[in-house]
């Protein structure tokens, strides 16, 4: 197609968006729940007051799996969800809110799998928007303009955990300007109400000075500028595990480490009605009743649905997405960088982290796995499709981390053609009793719960006390948060250290530490941060990175965190961030779960042992040690 077709079909296509959006785009943006159901009312006053009672605390774990145990074939739950991720989580918490009883059980962690192995972007998809609009697909508009509602509902539910963040996309010719201009206002167009920041044009010299290791030249072309748009960023883990979190405290069961080894079924009528689990800490095999079990175990939910029908047909189709993180100095903080197309055609972002650079992603067939690893070629790919675009010398030796996720691309069992596998999600019941819920992503998990609780509570024939209010219910430590509020932690806290000579001394709570609290657990940040001053938990983990050892306390007694892989990779992101770094920290993080949850030797020994296989599987540069800081 040439150059001027290509640019009238976008002008095309921006006054088609724009007569959807302004005639008809509100039966999209419509989420499918009455304001009633939103929960203006009592309802919804209740659940908040739950969930952001400053003195709650969650049930132990030996709680919850005393409340699954007590989920009798008389007395079962509502419904049992199999699967900590965004998706499971997020079906507990939709569930649990509408007044049902919910249990909810993970093999490993929460987050274990794709749900910490993201981009960290929360977004409408751009990529989405350009396929709609070459291809005339209304299919795939549809699916931007209601990822672009979730996106700003999921930043509005979690904003100590989410923000807003500038991408620039370079271009090296006129045309690129124009057709990329044109194409983001679209972006924004189709945003409407949603919408977090307009998209706008910098010049060569205002974009190098926005994003100084942006390269003038790129295949021997000059930068004539960039276009700039907004998207949302998170910290995957931690949001998923405040979603376990909210709904513990708003009273489901929920249990990590325990894993579903059979389903019971009804001896008359063959369907589901709960399940046999393990729990993969101490062996014990207990079982629980359910009227509903929703599946949505990600990349495994074959694995779950063959426990149910041996003879079930495979509706996943693995998608490998790898990511690599660099040092801070590969992009400013507060902008990112979107590389449009790479040599075979896939997009790569660059992105700033939590002080540092992420980048990816590769979108390659692959095998199921618990611990998925990154292959060589896919980083050097990522490597490659960067340095083109960066004055910086681009480094193997510079990779802090890499890892590997596997996207759960769904093919509905029902449909007659598998010839198009889905970016969206999808729904069903295959077997009685047992709703699967997969594919989607993580900016639209809230609408995928909601889904999947519908069709539960039709499955069952449940009674709600009231439709899904999770549309604008924030999550544990978001309610009455703000971003000065670290200001409180600085002013009001100090972290006390215990020296190698086990004498105590102050320090101050600077504002790397301070900043890095509050965005990590919201309005809970002082319970974090008395711990350190207290009981002499607040020195650093590790050189360069803010976490320290209080949250390892914090994470045991109030997340669920039950092993040292459970705080390295989830509650805090050090593995993520760097692996030599979560290495170095492994001794003191053991040692303070181990206090914590009454660990013998041998525990500690299992503890390292597995945490170093862990950390294995993330390929970092041996030679990438990175120190930027002191205790």
Not at 101 to 109: I, K, N, P, Q, S
Not at 154 to 159: D, L, S
Not at 294 to 302: L, S, T, W
Not at 477 to 500: H, N
Request: proline share 4%.
């Amino acid at each position: 197609m040439s150059s001027a077709a290509r640019l009238r079909r976008v002008c095309a296509a921006a006054l088609a968006t724009a007569t959807v959006a302004s005639v008809g785009g509100s039966i999209i943006l419509s989420p499918n729940i009455s304001s009633n159901d939103r929960g203006s009312g009592t309802v919804l006053e209740a659940v908040r007051s739950k969930i952001n009672d400053p003195y709650a605390n969650v049930p132990s774990r030996a709680v919850q799996e005393s409340a699954l145990i007590g989920a009798s074939q008389a007395n079962p739950l509502d419904i049992l969800v199999v699967g900590g991720g965004a998706t499971g989580c997020g079906v507990a918490f939709d569930a649990v809110t509408r007044g049902l009883r919910v249990g909810l059980v993970e093999r490993e962690d929460f987050s274990s799998g794709t749900s910490s192995r993201s981009t960290k972007l929360i977004h409408g998809g751009v990529r989405y928007l350009e396929k709609a609009v070459f291809n005339l697909d209304y299919g795939q508009l549809k699916l931007v303009f209601h990822a672009l509602e979730e996106r700003k509902q999921v930043i509005e539910n979690a904003p100590h955990l989410c923000h807003a963040l500038p991408c620039m996309t370079p271009c090296f010719d006129w045309f690129e300007v124009v057709y990329y201009w044109a194409g983001l206002k679209m972006y924004d167009l189709v945003a409407g109400a949603r919408l977090l920041h307009l998209s706008r044009y910098y010049s060569a010299k205002e974009s190098i000075e926005l994003f100084p290791t942006l390269s003038k030249k790129g295949n021997d072309r000059n930068l004539r500028g960039t276009v700039v748009y907004y998207d949302g960023q998170m910290n995957d883990s931690r949001l998923n595990v405040g979603l376990a979190c909210s709904a513990a405290l708003a009273g489901a069961a929920v249990l990590n480490h325990a894993e579903v080894i059979s389903f019971l079924k009804d001896e008359a009528t063959g369907r589901v009605i709960g399940a046999r689990i393990r729990d993969n800490f101490s062996g014990k095999e207990f079982e629980t009743y359910a009227k509903v079990v929703v599946n949505a175990a990600g990349p495994f939910c074959d694995s779950v649905r063959k426990l149910a029908d041996k003879e079930a047909t495979s509706m996943i189709c693995p998608s490998s997405g790898v990511h690599i993180v660099l040092p801070d100095y590969y992009s400013p903080d507060g902008m990112g960088l979107i590389v449009p197309k790479t040599k075979d055609g896939r997009v790569v972002f660059m992105l700033p982290w939590l002080g540092r650079t992420v980048a990816g992603t590769t979108d390659s067939n692959t095998v199921i796995t618990p611990l998925p690893e990154p292959h060589e070629d896919e980083i050097q790919f990522i490597l490659d499709a960067i340095s083109d675009y960066l004055s910086v010398k681009v480094r193997r030796t510079d990779v802090l981390s890499a890892w590997s996720g596997i996207r759960p691309l769904a093919v509905d069992p029902s449909a007659k053609s598998t010839e198009s596998i889905s970016r969206d999600h999808v729904v069903c019941e295959d077997y009685p009793g047992l709703v699967t819920i997969t594919g989607g992503k993580w900016t639209t998990y809230r609408s995928m719960a909601e889904d999947a609780v519908d069709a539960a509570v039709k499955s069952g024939k449940l009674s709600p006390k009231n439709g899904s209010v999770t549309h604008n219910l924030r999550l544990m430590g978001g309610d009455g948060w703000e971003p000065s509020y670290f200001t409180v932690l600085a002013q009001q806290y100090v972290r006390m250290k215990r020296t190698y000579g086990g004498k105590v001394v102050p320090a101050i709570m600077d504002t790397t530490a301070a900043k890095h609290l509050s965005h990590a657990y919201g309005t809970l940040a002082e319970r974090v941060a008395a711990i350190a001053q207290n009981e002499g938990l607040g020195k650093r983990l590790a050189h360069g990175y803010p976490f320290m050892e209080a949250e390892v306390a914090y994470c045991a007694r109030n997340e669920y965190c039950e092993s040292a892989v459970d705080f390295i990779a989830r509650r805090s992101r050090l593995a993520f961030l760097d692996t030599d770094a979560a290495g170095r920290a492994l001794p003191r993080v053991i040692e303070i779960l181990a206090a914590e949850h009454k660990w013998d030797k041998s525990r500690k020994a299992e503890e390292l042992k597995k945490a170093k296989e862990f950390l294995e599987t993330f390929k970092s540069s041996k030679n990438a040690h990175f120190h930027d800081g002191k205790h």
